[in-house]
């Protein structure tokens, strides 16, 4: 109900016309709106004595347009702990001229990540990991009015195989040299694979099956070889 100037009058109110998003209750209109367009609503207060008064109005209801961040990559981002990272630029655009403000997820150790004031302009995501892992990093923009858009940057550091194994450094002339490797990866679900690299290799060594064998020529010596994966040198003992 609501006042009435005539002594003794009392004011009900109806709302005949209005959207169906709209609810009337305790004499306040409220709702969210689903659509966008325009929307008639007409309130009608009636007093006591028969005297009646109408408002009509009309709600327009415009689409609120979130924020739309670009410039994201979609497939994951992979590195190697301290490999320093292209950097990523990306932007932030707004079709309805609202503010917007970006934030961004917790960040892994040794990557920045940035925007201008404006939320909008100059977005940057650059730095070198320093510790190994899967990070998702989410970017967040939103215009303060219920438009909210988001974006996940995946970046998998990848860290070093470990040898399990201790290489075997001696082997008598003329005998039969045999190493058996054991690898694994802290990474779960990565491969590891051996090989012998660099140069200066024994020519009597060969890698097969994870074993790195071959016989000792009858020279006294020391052979090194350099590798980037086993880096153990072989002493021939007479």
């Known amino acids: 109900c609501s006042s009435d100037l005539s002594i003794g009058d009392y004011v009900t109110l109806t709302v005949p016309t209005k959207p169906d998003w709209i609810s ?6 409220s709702g969210i709106p689903s659509t966008d367009g325009s929307f008639n609503v007409t309130i009608r207060a009636e007093d006591s004595l028969g005297g009646v008064t109408e408002q009509s109005f009309t709600i327009v209801v415009a689409i609120n347009n979130a924020p739309e961040i ?3 990559p ?7 702990i301290n490999q320093e990272m292209t950097a990523i630029n990306f932007n932030v655009t707004e079709q309805d001229g609202d503010n917007v403000t970006t934030t961004f997820s917790t960040l892994p150790q040794g990557i920045t990540a940035s925007i201008n004031a404006d939320g909008k302009t100059g977005g940057l995501i650059a730095g070198t990991p320093t510790i190994g892992g899967i990070y998702e990093i989410t970017i967040t923009s939103s215009d303060g009015i219920g438009g909210v858009s988001e974006k996940t940057l995946s970046l998998y550091v990848n860290r070093p195989p470990i040898f399990e194994s201790s290489a075997i450094t ?3 002339a003329n005998t039969q040299y045999s190493y058996s490797i054991s690898a694994s990866d802290p990474d779960d679900g990565d491969t590891v694979t051996l090989s012998l690299s660099g140069s200066g290799n024994p020519s009597w060594l060969s890698l097969s099956n994870d074993t790195l064998s071959g016989t000792a020529p009858g020279e006294v010596g020391v052979e090194d070889r350099k590798s980037t994966r086993l880096n153990s040198s072989h002493q021939i003992i007479s």
């Open 74 to 80: 979609v497939n994951p981002v992979t590195l190697q």
């Open 70 to 72: 670009i410039g994201i």
């Open 170 to 172: 001696s082997v008598r």
């Open 24 to 29: 009337y209750s305790s004499n306040t209109l």
